[in-house]
């Protein structure tokens, strides 16, 4: 039903649909939510006190994960990881655990790192134990970059990065399904790094008052902030346009992401002719089929969009130049730091050098 939309979800669980049925719902929601919290704090102590065994690699580990569902920028942030220690000549490899991929495929987080990453393995298996040990043996793996592991604790990590989106960094304060937190903010303890990503979108003063709240949690976490920065549009053929030289004319714009209205808003910032406010939104890994495609080219021709854009989450799965007669393209994002490069880099350069004594033999 469109009432439980993902929009219309947000919409409740945020508290902005202030109707009587949402705020029955959020009351609903409540104690769901309360148990999954009490069983995620369960589990952590359960960590923390050994009860439950972790799996230590001979190589470096670095995870980057969330506090909460939905997009945080992680893709893109994983992608410069890899290149700044490939950079570095370390042989990296990505595990993950797949989530939303389709039996015998992979996900589209994978899709997407593959594609802007030809160089590095991406390794994906529920098992991320027997994974990292796959990549250390038979690809020679030097470390390990763990995507979207913050709540995986079976695998030991050397350098524990957790994400805040800027726009959403709390998750509305519950953890889910009356909130998008995956586990209590206090959580945040046991990361090394906090970055605050899509930090451009918000004023000075609301990351000062989110970086308030991390530092009351974990004064010691090293912290930074950066921003998803647009670099080009690219198209399923490989072709590549310059931000400054794609001038379609009015567009539409869909995407099946965890956070939508960050591409809406990275839209509007490139000041393209978003045809009307026009954008279809789908659930975060969907699977488009032939009949989304199907549809989508029908909404795209009613809408009179000389071009259509997504995300290349979203291109990647689709595989297609155009929906009908009208080109398909995707914005390519990478990561730009506005600050705390350095200490960030600090944070990374132990591990590059336990990469050189482990080449040496000692």
Known sequence: MRFFSVENYLQIISGRD???QAALLRVGLWPAGAVYAAAMVI???????HWLRTEQMEVPVVSVGNLTLGGTGK???VAWLARWFRRQGVRVSIISRGYGAEEGSRNDEAKALEWALPDVPHLQNPDRVMAAQTAITELETELILLDDAFQH???ARDVDIVLLDALQPFGFGHVFPRGMLREPLRGIRRAHVVILSRANLVSEECREEIRQVVTKLHPRAIWAEIRQQPTAWVNAAGE???LDSFHPGKIAAFCGIGNPEAFRRTLEGLQVDLNAGEMRLFPDHHPYTREDVADLTRWAEQTKAQAVVCTEKD???IGLTHLGRIPLWALRIEVAFLSGLSDVEAALQPLLERVVR?????
Do not use: C, I, M
């Open 18 to 20: 202030r109707s009587l």
């Open 43 to 49: 589990r952590n102590k359960a960590y923390d006190w």
């Open 75 to 77: 893709t893109p942030f």
């Open 153 to 155: 604790r079976r695998l």
């Open 240 to 242: 590549v346009q310059p």
């Open 315 to 317: 291109l990647v799965k």
């Open 358 to 362: 482990h080449r040496e033999g000692v």
